[in-house]
């Protein structure tokens, strides 16, 4: 028997066929190009489960899962709402599985993210965990008693919209001061970027003009470390920020743990875990902090498709 | 067969005996006398017990619930650490159930009173739901699919320790700009005697003082509805922090709905909801805020021993 696990992207379809210890097999990637369209989307993904199983029967897939970016109704297979695909309402397990005769489980991608980690990586074997994962944007992630927890709609452990300063700066989602608004990759870049506006000398200089639309974490970990104080600046403040997010996080869930993941604290992990957690040590309840672990995220790329994998064998519990 | 919902207090303990249908059939109430020390206050509770069964066999008792200010091990029955209580890591209902052989089910009181408020208040029948306790301190309690969600340590449920502002007042738990510190009864007293001090004009010089301890809400309604400009802005500020809160939990937690209590919404509850809601479409995400509920709690002095009884018949059929 397998298991298929699929991380759909805005941009790419990545997608692997498992055995039943949980082996990847196979895999398989392919442009999602979402500009294309409702249909061609769909297409998209029949073409990466097509190729996964072209050695084997279908029918010894036991279920699919798959992590889609966007607000997931997951008990009814519903995406609602998605910004980088062209689906609304769309009824995707309901296609899935009336093509191909297998049930599927979806989640919302950073969800499902987490579940991988849950189950295969950093927070394997914990019940009450925590993700936090800054990129771009900061998502979360949040599992109880070992599950995913989604809230009345599928929209729950929006963590990068925790307010960190309500007069802060104006965020993608219309309110003010969110983490995501202060502490993401883009709020950063916005803030190196005016600084060297201002003429403040900096190495970053070096690799970011006012042309730059992306934050690469190299580039600020190199600079870091020539110990350039624009570079400190902006990580002391950016993991105080994070901390006190985590920190109100920590109150009101009280978890095992907290896994922190993402293109910049993969690079930067060990230098940022330190000052996100002293932080978090001066914003939260002693009891709450002392009985948290502070952990870093292991499955890099792959999070989404193990989480998927995980979400197809608990689906297929249900 | 009946059950006993016990309110345990810092100062007075409140107990009721009920039927199977969850009528309260008698209630007794008696001091804490938490000074005495750790067995007197085990000795009050079994005169609560003692008052409440003495009409019936105590065999026809399925089961116990208390509710227990502080932090608590619901699982194993241990009271961990309560701050009004001559008890630390104190097994509770394994005295309880060695002296009158009933199991016994304990939680933290604000949790309680929110089981209380789910099962036979303003949030009955809800799955997901969100308790907001504004007193003295301000507690909170989560309830996820029906039952209450206590974390890793029992401490889950902090709401009152959510940073409003990280360069806020000192709280009690050390941190800074904690919710508690900037919208309890207590803050909002504090901030009152200083504007009062300092020389501003407001009708509440008649019921406030130096000396002042407690903040009535009856003073704080009379004055608001006198168009008092302190009142006016304290209800105000205090609104609006609550719902900057209140819209980080909505954007973690996405539930159906929130339930207020505390002796100042239930009070001033009509006039402090469409405020706090105002603030909190301002901060959640937009389709998180559609999808939640925003209700004044209905028990008052109940909950507690209403939500005792909720642990009773829940733990009992676990």
């Known amino acids: 028997m397998y298991y298929i696990g699929i991380d759909l992207g805005g941009t790419k379809i990545l997608g692997a066929l498992f055995n039943e210890e949980g082996d ?34 279908i029918k010894e897939v036991k279920a699919i899962g798959a992590g889609v970016p966007g607000i997931i109704d997951g008990k009814n297979g519903i995406v609602v709402f998605t910004p980088n695909l062209p689906w609304e309402n769309y009824e995707l397990t309901k296609e899935v599985t009336e093509k191909y005769g297998i049930p599927m489980y979806i989640g919302n991608d950073v969800n499902v993210g987490i579940m991988g980690e849950r189950m295969y990586g950093a927070a394997k074997g914990l019940e009450n965990v925590i993700g936090i994962f800054v990129g771009t944007g900061i998502g979360g992630g949040i599992i109880i008693e070992g599950k995913l927890y989604e809230g009345k709609t599928g929209a729950a452990g929006e963590i990068g919209h925790i307010t960190i300063d309500p007069k802060g700066p104006i965020c993608g989602c219309g309110a003010r001061g969110c983490l995501e608004a202060i502490a993401s990759k883009t709020a950063i870049l916005k803030y190196i970027k005016a600084q060297l506006l201002r003429g403040r000398k900096s190495t970053l200089s070096e ?21 350039d104080e624009l570079s400190l600046e902006v990580i002391e403040k950016m993991c105080e920020d994070i901390g006190i997010g985590t920190s109100s996080l920590m109150n009101i869930l009280n978890p095992e743990a907290i896994v922190f993941g993402g293109g910049i604290i993969e690079s930067l992990g060990e230098i940022l875990l330190p000052k996100i957690k002293k932080t978090a040590r001066q914003y939260a309840m002693p009891k709450i902090f002392e009985n948290c672990e502070f952990k870093i995220a292991e499955l890099g790329d792959d999070a989404g498709i193990m989480g998927a994998l995980a979400l197809a064998q608990v689906g297929n519990e249900l």
Do not use: P, W
């Open 24 to 57: 990847i097999v196979k895999k398989s990637k392919i442009k999602t190009r979402a500009a294309e369209g409702k249909e061609h989307v769909f297409s998209q993904i029949t073409k990466v489960i097509d190729e996964l199983v072209d050695e084997i029967d």
């Open 207 to 227: 690799d970011i003009n006012e042309e730059s639309t992306i934050l690469k974490s190299g580039h600020l970990k190199k600079s870091y470390e020539n110990n």
